[in-house]
């Protein structure tokens, strides 16, 4: 099935159901975004679109932005997300890198669009959402006069369906393709593991050119209604999972530890609730049994990337209290069973898949594993192996039941006196101080020890805490190896646009000058 196929079906069977609900109220039925959709599709195809050609959506969470990109996949298009929070230059970047011929966007970056229209010379059509533009149309008057309904473009497994981003830490970002199948892969995974109790209610707070978006179009097959807000605002997120009656949300956990910390957190009503996903960075065992307590049995956790989107592994709500109530603790470290459609092991350097209880990288194969980067071979023969698994990057371990543990990023490992030393698990520890609301471990340069490893504190507001405390807080969990040779604390961490901790950035500093990174 193609992504729109998946909408169609939600819409079909509950046309008069709310699709999206504004941050002013305002409501969008299935019935009329499907409409919506197919004057969008004619709109787009007057304008010159044609079948899998590339476009883009520049734009914070908005209902047009929804509009957009089901017009978009109505057209038969290939969406290229690109997310309104990095820098123009990123952007522009990522537009030019993957072909995007069209490009919807939100009239807060206009000024931005100057830059990319010298930037971006294979941009044909911009459609400005919500005004008309410097020089571009309003989406309403975009689609006005275009009545009736789209042609019903092929429907092809293989063809592509996205061009995600990647993260562009270690360099600038390519372009993943997910086709047809690696949608349908994705969304059969999420229906296996995650069914509906109820008819779905998905807050869309993080950005929707990411997890939360890959969410909203994963539930559409029921109707589901997505609440969606212009960033993650407190209280507010906490005020309409209440409200509305939320049966799904997902964060990432630096979203979570800040709703943690909030002085209101326990005064609202979350039992609508079914699933609180959280994904995209390990999370603290001791603010995951916090939030627990604080939200309810409700927690869950799935393991992706962009490259194997959302649901490699998965751990259920009901796995995560099993864990608390069988002296299982330890397993809420980890990010669950490989789940039903992809398998998952973990592979050496020399390609040998390791048995329970050894290191090694993640590896991960299926329907569900990205077709490639786009018009970037040595890039796809790198993280793909002589046997047709995929490299992750991420360093984990596999347990005797089968649960993964992610240990860490490959290229964030320390090397100090000739230890490996893996940063996650040093992260663990110092989030288990109750002033701390985030922390990062990287490898600093010293002369004695190579690199030194270094705790960069984040505190909750109005705590305290210091240098020497974190450091025997440290050796008495890890001994004195792990244990930070230093602690600095920051006002706030660096972090991406979807809210992950930039290592990197931070690494950045302190290797200034030096002739090596390691």
């Not at 471990?441 to 405390?469: C, F, H, M, R, Y």
Request: proline residues 6%; contains cysteine; charged residues 25%.
């Amino acid at each position: 099935m193609r992504v729109i196929d998946f909408f169609d079906r939600g819409a079909l069977l509950h046309p008069d159901r709310a699709f999206m609900i504004a941050e002013d109220g305002t409501v969008t039925t299935h019935a009329e975004a499907r409409e919506r959709s197919h004057k969008t599709a004619l709109a787009m195809i007057e304008a010159g679109f044609g079948y899998g050609k590339h476009a883009a959506i520049y734009s914070p969470n908005h209902p047009g932005a929804f509009d957009a990109l089901l017009g978009l996949y109505r057209a038969g298009g290939v969406w290229v997300p690109i997310n309104a929070r990095n820098a123009v230059a990123e952007n522009a970047y990522i537009l030019n890198n993957n072909d995007v011929e069209l490009l919807f966007y939100n009239s807060e970056f206009e000024s931005n669009i100057e830059v990319i229209r010298k930037e971006c010379p294979g941009i044909k059509t911009y459609v400005c959402l919500d005004v008309t533009g410097a020089d571009a149309p309003s989406y309403a008057d975009f689609i006005a006069g275009h009545d009736g309904v789209a042609p019903n473009f092929p429907d092809n497994p293989k063809d592509i369906c996205g061009i995600f981003p990647s993260g562009g830490t270690t360099g600038r970002p390519k372009g993943i393709l997910w086709t047809n199948q690696t949608f349908e892969t994705m969304v059969a995974a999420m229906a296996a593991h995650m069914p509906p109790k109820k008819p779905p209610v998905h807050l869309c707070a993080a950005p929707m050119t990411h997890a939360a978006g890959v969410t909203a179009l994963s539930l559409m097959g029921y109707g589901a209604t997505n609440v969606i807000m212009n960033g993650v605002q407190l209280p507010q997120v906490m005020e309409n999972i209440e409200k509305y009656q939320v049966t799904n949300l997902f964060l990432p956990p630096t979203a979570i530890y800040v709703m943690l910390a909030h002085p209101d957190v326990r005064k609202f009503d979350y039992s609508s609730l079914d699933y609180f996903l959280y994904a995209a960075a390990p999370m603290s065992v001791d603010k995951l049994k916090e939030a627990i307590d604080v939200f309810g049995p409700i927690m869950a956790q799935s393991y992706g990337q962009a490259e194997a989107p959302m649901i490699c592994t998965y751990m259920s709500p009901e796995e995560h209290i099993e864990a608390l109530e069988t002296n299982k603790a330890h397993r809420l470290a980890s990010c669950g069973q490989p789940c039903l459609l992809t398998p998952v092991d973990i592979m050496d350097d020399d390609e040998n898949l390791l048995s329970t209880g050894e290191r090694g990288e993640i590896v991960v194969r299926g329907t569900l594993v990205m077709a490639g980067y786009y018009k970037n071979k040595d890039a796809t023969d790198e993280v793909t192996t002589s046997n047709g698994w995929h490299r992750t990057g991420d360093i984990g371990v596999k347990d005797e039941d089968g649960y993964v543990y992610i240990v860490d990023r490959k290229k964030d490992m320390i090397i100090s006196g000739g230890f490996n030393v893996y940063p996650s698990e040093i992260e663990q520890v110092v989030w288990g101080h109750e002033a701390v609301q985030d922390c990062a471990v990287i490898g600093v340069p010293d002369e004695k020890w190579g690199e030194a490893v270094k705790a960069i504190v984040e505190l909750k507001p109005g705590q305290s805490a210091s240098e020497d405390e974190i450091i025997a807080l440290c050796k008495e969990e890890l001994g004195s190896v792990k244990a930070p040779k230093t602690v600095e604390f920051w006002d706030e961490l660096p972090r991406s646009p979807v809210g992950k901790v930039r290592k990197k950035d931070m690494r950045d500093k302190f290797w200034e000058g030096q002739d090596r990174q390691v």
